[in-house]
């Protein structure tokens, strides 16, 4: 079965400085997706950016950047410059690409902190 | 486009009960997905329905059921509830075709059990 690791249950940065999130995970397959979503407390599950597994290009979103490492199935998300509304839970998340087969499996979370 | 709807937003219910929970899709998904989060941890998968038939299911009992309606919305019901199942339930809606890559979350619904 997939499992997704986030080792990291709460991480602090300072406003406009950089942050890396780690998350590691456990899979036979070879066609997958991985995700990182932000939870604020607002409880509303908010896409922040997503990686294709054949895709060996790290994936990018304004401030936010992965580093994607199949071969050691790890999927680390980078928040550069960082403000105050990126405080939440963070969660990885694996998608297996496969009709009638499709799911995400969730990481455990981590709590992020932006201090002033 | 109003995005995925859940309701209620809040439920309280008493241990023994059945509780039912509903979701709305965003405009043009055809895909309802569950997943039952409880606190301190990450979403897990319950059920996913697609063309009003469930089309995969996590390791949840039977007490857990669901439905889909032909204009895509969906409800999910808890009989017997157990103190175990106070957590925030999210409905996640997605469009078959792409193979559900784009999934987009509701509010959830936050249920506790007394």
């Known amino acids: 079965a997939q499992t997704v690791t986030q080792s990291q249950p709460e991480m602090s940065v300072q406003e406009a400085e950089t942050v890396t999130l780690s998350c590691t995970y456990d899979?036979?397959?070879?066609?997958?997706?991985l995700f990182w979503y932000k939870q604020p407390p607002s409880r509303q599950m908010i896409l922040v950016i997503r990686?294709?597994?054949?895709?060996?290009q790290n994936a990018t979103e304004n401030r936010f950047s992965v580093n994607f490492q199949k071969a050691a199935k790890s999927f680390s998300l980078k928040i550069s410059d960082s403000q105050l509304g990126d405080a939440a839970m963070y969660f990885c998340?694996?998608?297996?690409?496969?009709?009638?087969?499709?799911?995400?499996?969730f990481g455990s979370g981590t709590k992020l902190n932006v201090k002033p | 486009d109003a995005g995925v709807t859940q309701s209620p937003t809040h439920l309280i219910k008493t241990r023994g009960q059945q509780v039912t929970l509903r979701c709305s899709p965003k405009?043009?998904?055809?895909?309802v997905s569950w997943y039952q989060q409880a606190l301190g941890q990450g979403p897990q998968f319950i059920f996913q329905?697609?063309?009003?038939?469930?089309?995969q299911r996590g390791n949840f009992p039977d007490r857990f059921s669901g439905h889909q309606f032909p204009n895509y919305s969906s409800e999910l019901n808890v009989n017997a509830l157990l103190l175990g199942d106070s957590a925030l339930y999210l409905c996640?809606?997605?469009?078959?075709?792409?193979?559900?890559?784009?999934?987009?979350f509701g509010q959830g619904t936050r249920l506790t059990v007394v």
């Open positions: 899979t036979s397959e070879s066609d997958y997706y």
């Open positions: 998340a694996y998608w297996r690409a496969q009709y009638n087969f499709n799911k995400f499996y």
């Open positions: 996640a809606s997605s469009f078959f075709e792409t193979m559900n890559t784009e999934a987009f």
């Open positions: 405009s043009g998904h055809d895909t």
């Open positions: 329905y697609y063309e009003e038939e469930e089309r």
């Open positions: 990686q294709e597994a054949y895709k060996q």
